[in-house]
């Protein structure tokens, strides 16, 4: 099996038979050369075509090489087993791994860790498909490609990702099965029935195992890397945030357990930039240090909103909240604390899925109420940046006042000129220059949200007022199929913060009075759809939304039900099956019980099993070796009337050989008579004669 083939003589077609014209002659020449291969080629063919699928999932994560060479080598082993040639030699073998090494060094600068790693197998699975001359060749391309499935998980833990894979691997057990099966020609529709009903009698299996196998974190998640996957980095420059988005993917969901705030009270806070050096928006340096705000400068009021987030893995240590909240959200096995800036951080990054409940308040009031020294790097600007804007900044001044007191009147002021100036926002606005604000007030009048913000707060310093830029995420839309609001990446936003005498740290949205819209639930920025999406929703927009409704609400309830499933939620588990106080002990104890369960109930199957057999077959064998204790040889397909006969030769017409012989004919009558036919004997008493019968003895020759 899967040995290099010999060439195949074509089957010719049948005398007579008409095959049709265009596709179906096409069509019927295909069928006949598939049905004309020997079975080491159409085995190894199905293999080939299993492991591409196997790769194939892989591709938008591996080097465009890496899928070239893997695609090269596939279709080169199978146009050998088509041709019948011989598999090529350990020159070539050698020659194909140094490439690949050489070029996995050259994309990743080494051949450890996750990235390489995953490089390597994929590339190893395919060079090990030129070796594949015998069935424990293919046991190992079999392991092999087992292990490439699980290398999948590492970027994506989807329910799309799960579907991919559940095909690879029905795909391959039907080929492992397949190999086991004997000599011939065994079509492999049957070998999938067998995979599937195997799949299918483990999977009770796998879900106890999934249910209380105990879960130790972080060996049980997926490994974290330094890859940001949200867009919001600890920095900012101009245009960063234009390009994120165009990503429609989901960053977090939410479940209110109340009526939800107005959609444009939804502000997600996250990284906070503080320090400007004329290009860069940075957190605040470390020559400024920010004075730990007190637990009295966060003050809220109002109803609290509570609700649950599940956040998409975004490799950082941030955690998304609504504005403002002043209790720490509880995470399993992850600390979290709450900065200065009201950003709330994990003391690692968030590698996978997670789920936690919070509490915000919309109406609070943060940082201190008096000027003090540490809001010092909130004023600070680069020199020789934006001079138009300074300009302008000392004109408002004169306009409007200075001090304090009139930076109420600064700010409205701006925001008017936002309103009335002829600004927009849109998602093209430009390369900019050195002075981005200045690009931005004089000459374009126009940017995404991270340009209005950054030139609104360089503004705002150059008229003496502490500012600075919160990233993050504004709005959402809710599912109308689960009713969770879904927060997407191209929700990514920029806003500012003021701080004003009396109140502190003061919200302003520059990109509000620039678009109202943009924060409100009349217009929402939305990404590029592919042809089908795009086909679909101009033939008919509802159909195209429920559609994307119900997808999102599956992909929701497989994040909640299967991903998030914690240790936590283990113990709940233990907990609604009677446990007080559930521990690690408990879970093992319940494990152990189960298996103990199952495997009695294997053993139960297997006995009844037994027991559900021809008890007339097992009857007939029973007879058989008696016989063959005797001293007669039969088969296992000699019927009841020949044994009959051979006893008879065999033993003349000794009582005990007639007794044997009329027991056999009248086993094979209450088999084969007909219905109600008269003196046919039940089968019972048939084995009731059994017991008593004298069978003849040994030749003692």
Request: aromatic content about 8%; glycine content about 8%; proline content about 7%.
């Amino acid at each position: 099996m899967l040995s290099t083939p010999r060439r195949a003589p074509h089957a010719a077609p049948e005398g007579g038979r008409a095959l049709g014209a265009g596709p179906s002659r096409r069509q019927g020449r295909v069928e006949a050369r598939l049905a004309s291969l020997p079975r080491e080629t159409r085995d190894t063919l199905f293999l080939l075509a299993v492991v591409g699928w196997v790769v194939a999932l892989q591709v938008a994560h591996i080097p465009w090489w890496c899928s070239t060479l893997t695609a090269g080598v596939l279709v080169w082993r199978g146009t050998l087993a088509l041709r019948g040639l011989p598999l090529p030699g350990w020159p070539w073998r050698l020659g194909l791994l140094g490439l690949t090494l050489a070029a996995t060094w050259a994309t990743h600068r080494t051949l450890l860790g996750q990235e390489a790693g995953v490089t390597l197998i994929v590339v190893l699975l395919s060079l090990k498909t030129l070796e594949m001359r015998a069935r424990r060749d293919a046991f190992v391309v079999f392991f092999l490609a087992f292990f490439t499935l699980l290398t999948h998980f590492f970027y994506s833990q989807s329910l799309l990702t799960a579907a991919g894979i559940l095909i690879a691997l029905l795909g391959l057990l039907t080929a492992l099965v397949n190999a086991h099966m004997p000599v011939g020609r065994p079509p492999l529709a049957q070998a999938a029935r067998i995979a599937a009903g195997m799949a299918a009698m483990g999977a009770p299996i796998m879900l106890v195992l999934f249910l209380l196998f105990p879960r130790f974190s972080p060996l049980w998640g997926v490994p974290a890397d330094d890859r940001g996957r949200s867009g919001l980095s600890s920095t900012l420059r101009v245009g960063q945030i234009a390009e994120l988005v165009l990503d429609d993917s989901i960053a977090l969901r939410l479940r209110f357990e109340d009526r939800p705030p107005p959609q444009g009270q939804l502000y997600f806070r996250g990284p906070v930039l503080s320090a400007f050096d004329g290009v860069e928006w940075r957190p605040a340096r470390a020559e400024f240090p920010t004075r730990q705000v007190l637990p009295g400068e966060l003050s809220v009021s109002g109803d609290p909103v509570r609700y649950e987030v599940t956040m998409e893995p975004h490799r950082r240590p941030w955690l998304f909240l609504l504005e403002a909240a002043a209790q720490a959200p509880e995470l399993p096995d992850v600390r979290v604390r709450m900065t200065s800036e009201l950003q709330w951080l994990t003391d690692r990054p968030m590698g996978s899925l997670v789920r936690f409940s919070a509490t915000s308040h919309p109406t609070f009031r943060h940082g201190p109420l008096a000027l003090t020294p540490a809001l010092r790097e909130h004023v600070a600007l680069p020199p020789g940046y934006n001079p138009r804007t300074l300009a302008l900044a000392q004109q408002l001044r004169r306009e409007h006042g200075s001090g304090p007191e009139a930076t109420p009147v600064l700010v409205a002021a701006v925001l008017d000129r936002l309103r009335t100036g002829g600004y927009l926002y849109t998602l093209t606005p430009g390369v900019y220059g050195q002075h981005t604000a200045d690009e931005f007030w004089f000459d374009r009048r126009q940017g995404f949200c991270e340009h209005i913000a950054s030139s609104f707060v360089i503004l705002m310093r150059a008229l003496d007022i502490p500012a600075r830029i919160v990233t993050g995420y504004q709005g959402g839309e809710m599912n109308s199929v689960d009713g969770y609001w879904t927060v997407r990446q191209r929700d990514a936003h920029a806003w500012a913060e003021v701080w004003q005498a009396g109140q502190g740290w003061v919200r302003v949205d520059p990109t509000a009075a620039v678009a109202p819209a943009r924060v409100g639930s009349l217009q929402r920025l939305s990404a590029p759809e592919g042809a089908i999406a795009g086909t679909l929703r101009n033939l008919s927009p509802d159909i195209a939304a429920q559609l994307r409704a119900v997808w999102e609400a599956m992909n929701n309830r497989w994040n909640q039900w299967v991903l998030n499933y914690t240790q936590g939620q283990q113990l709940d588990l233990l907990k609604r099956l009677g446990f007080q106080s559930p521990s690690w002990a408990d879970l093992a104890y319940v494990l152990i019980g189960v298996v103990v369960l199952v495997s009695l109930l294997g053993a139960a199957w297997t006995l009844w099993e037994r027991q559900q057999h021809d008890p007339w077959l097992r009857l007939l064998q029973r007879a058989r070796a008696r016989l063959q204790a005797s001293g007669l040889d039969s088969s296992e397909h000699t019927p009841p009337r020949e044994l009959a006969l051979r006893v008879q030769q065999h033993w003349g017409a000794s009582q005990a050989a007639q007794r044997v012989a009329q027991w056999l004919l009248q086993l094979e009558a209450q088999r084969y008579a007909r219905p109600g036919t008269a003196d046919t004997p039940t089968l019972a008493t048939l084995q009731s004669e059994f017991r008593h019968l004298a069978w003849p003895r040994k030749d003692p020759r």
